[in-house]
């Protein structure tokens, strides 16, 4: 009879110490910011992953992942990417990844020095945005656009002299649509519709 709390007190134990790095991604535009895509606005996409547990003290932030590639659906492909920034890699030159003729972008990586270095700009937020994407429908269409990214593990610094863990990765993707008129006048289109059946 006392095994199972036992039982359930290791259970506990390992969990607590799973450690799980979550990656998900935001959406806006560049109109009224509703994350509805309107004619002349473009969608504004957000890559972001958060770390549990969070690493709260000193040196605690995302230290490397990747690669990986953001993939398209094929609505994703007939527009057009007028903004790609890679927030955390500090190198020698910003990796962005390679952009190919469907808007999938390609091996992106992210990377930065643990805070002990000094004079460079350490991040420790938590969630932490990785990569913001700006990109412009070819046709206002009704149409949904779908971005997979997978999820690779992070590692994850645990103090400011670069000592890390390794956090496996899950979650990814976005759907996001893109609508032929502002929702409010759309809406207004289908009362008005309504009403006139009503009369009928």
Do not use: K
Request: charge should be negative.
């Amino acid at each position: 009879m006392r095994a199972a709390p036992i039982v359930i007190l290791a259970a506990t134990a390992a969990a607590a110490h799973a450690q799980v790095a979550t990656w998900y991604w935001t959406v806006s535009d560049t109109g009224n910011g509703d994350g509805l895509i309107e004619p002349g606005e473009s969608a504004v996409l957000t890559l972001w992953v958060g770390f549990d547990p969070r690493q709260d003290h000193a040196g605690g932030g995302v230290s490397a992942s990747g690669p990986y590639d953001i993939l398209g659906s094929a609505a994703w492909a007939s527009g057009t990417i007028t903004e790609r920034t890679n927030h955390m890699w500090f190198g020698i030159d910003e990796d962005t990844g390679t952009l190919d003729d469907d808007n999938n972008i390609l091996g992106i990586e992210h990377f930065q020095y643990p805070a002990f270095w000094g004079g460079l700009s350490f991040d420790d937020a938590n969630p932490v945005d990785l990569v913001l994407l700006r990109w412009t429908p070819d046709s206002y269409t009704p149409q949904a656009v779908t971005l997979m990214n997978g999820a690779p593990d992070v590692y994850v610094y645990i103090d400011v002299y670069g000592s890390n863990l390794l956090y496996s990765g899950t979650g990814g993707g976005v759907t996001f649509h893109i609508v032929p008129a502002p929702a409010s006048a759309a809406a207004f289109g289908l009362c008005a519709i309504a009403a006139l059946r009503r009369r009928r």
